[in-house]
């Protein structure tokens, strides 16, 4: 706990001067985060209950002590008296169980439970750092969606000019125009939710780690996406069903359900207990029962040492009541160790299918990326020497940086992916961060969003070609072919 605090003052003097790598934001979030600290100060509480239980066990000592004040009335024959006295009394008792196989089963559950808190708390620590991962990683990709819909504005607005200009030299009709506006209008939109986005997911962050105006670190460029690793999904579900902290909690609560039946079994057994104690009675005024000197001050010793034996015979069937019940709630127990199995394993397979359809979808779109690119340089190429519209290149505009925006959110996808995919197994922890944090960019150095320069635009009908003629006025206000909408 102390070196999660210091670190977290470290990054928070740090946090306005620099940008900040995951592995030190989870340092920072990990003294900060409300629900670990919950669930740490559970783990504490009851390591604290299973040490109660122990007591069961030990000596037990008391200290008794009391002062009385009496009156004592006699009539003899006649002859009345009376007189008062005070009383000074105290002992010391001790007990120590000898045969409670009871206290000792409670002391096993106890510990037990300070195990599956602990388990809970681990995690805790696992589910912290999928949500840092993920709010960290959101913010990038918002900072590069926001990066990309500028792109596409600032590409939109070459084309609008460029509408402009063939329209007033009569190379283009006011149709280009007004469909270069209306993108470019639908792009400013665009531009102002994807800010708000990325005010949102900055804010999230910042909440999470305590801190403000967190900037993280991008990951460095190019980058080569990790497998999962061993590449076999078997494995990964083997490992589910046996290091899962939600299995092993189950497993926990199923061996603390046959304790708690067998404790109910001994609920006909007898108990042993080792009990000592002394003790000293004063009479500062005398003592009136004591007929020699009566005046006299007096005092009494008392000490004593023996074995007690405790055996029930009958209870009402409370105990065979009692054994019932906790044979039921050892079979739920044990109904739910079945289910939780089950779930871990789904999810498991679910998660490592993630990762593996990740990769796949970022193989793609940067395949689609290449094409996209492609087809823009294309269509305005085609649009200059007039067998192209300007819908045309707007389109492909769109088409490449929606491309670029998902193929970044799938890089990010895959490395949470691969994060969950631990998570589900039960064997995620803070080492497993080291990796994905020497993927992000040095201290200082932020890559630019790679936009690929696009060819300059020429007015529509301009020849770009050896061979290629420029369209007549008239023949711009019409289509120069079929593909002209």
Known sequence: MRLACTAAILAGGAASAQAQSLLQLYQT???????????????????????????GLLPQVGLQAGAQRNWAETNVAGQS?????????????????LYRPAN????????????????????????????????????????ESLAFVRALKAAVAEQLESAKRNFEVGNATITDSREAQARFDLATAQEIAAENDLRVKKLALDQLVGLTGVDP??????????????????????????EHPAVVQSRMALDIARLETAKAKTGHLPTVDLQASVGQNRYPDGNPSVSAAPSAR???????????????????????????????????????LENIQ??????????????????????????????????????????????????DVLNA???????RRDLARARYDVLVGLLRLKQASGTLSADDLLPINQMLAA???????VVAPLAPMAPAGAASAPGATAPSPADATRPARADRR
């Open 443 to 449: 201290e200082g150095a932020r890559p630019p969003v």
């Open 29 to 55: 979030a990990h003294g900060y985060d409300a629900p670990y600290q919950s669930a740490l100060a559970n783990a504490q509480a009851s390591q604290a209950r299973a040490d109660q239980a122990r007591a």
């Open 397 to 403: 505009q769109s088409q490449l940086y929606q491309t």
């Open 342 to 391: 089950r779930t871990v394993a789904q999810a498991t397979r679910a998660a490592y299918f993630g990762v593996q359809s990740g990769h796949g979808q970022v193989a793609a779109l940067e395949a689609a990326e290449a094409s996209s690119l492609t087809a823009l340089q294309a269509n305005q190429l085609g649009y200059q020497v007039g067998v192209r519209i300007n819908i």
């Open 81 to 97: 008296s009376s007189r008062s006295f005070n009383v000074l009394n105290g002992s010391i008792v001790g007990s120590q169980p």
């Open 298 to 336: 007096y005092r009494s010793t008392n000490a004593g040492v023996g074995v007690v034996l405790n055996w029930p015979l009958f209870a009402g069937f409370a105990v065979e009541n009692r054994v019932r019940e906790t044979l039921s709630l050892e079979d739920k127990a044990r109904a739910d």
């Open 104 to 143: 000792r089963i409670t002391w096993d559950q106890g510990q037990r439970a300070a195990e599956a808190a602990r388990v809970q708390l681990h995690s805790v620590e696992q589910d912290l750092i999928v949500r840092l991962s993920q709010a960290y990683f959101d913010v990038l990709a918002a900072e």
């Open 217 to 242: 670190r991008p990951l460095a460029q190019p980058i080569a996406l990790p497998q999962p690793q061993p590449p076999d999904v078997n494995t990964w579900v083997d490992r589910a069903v046996n």
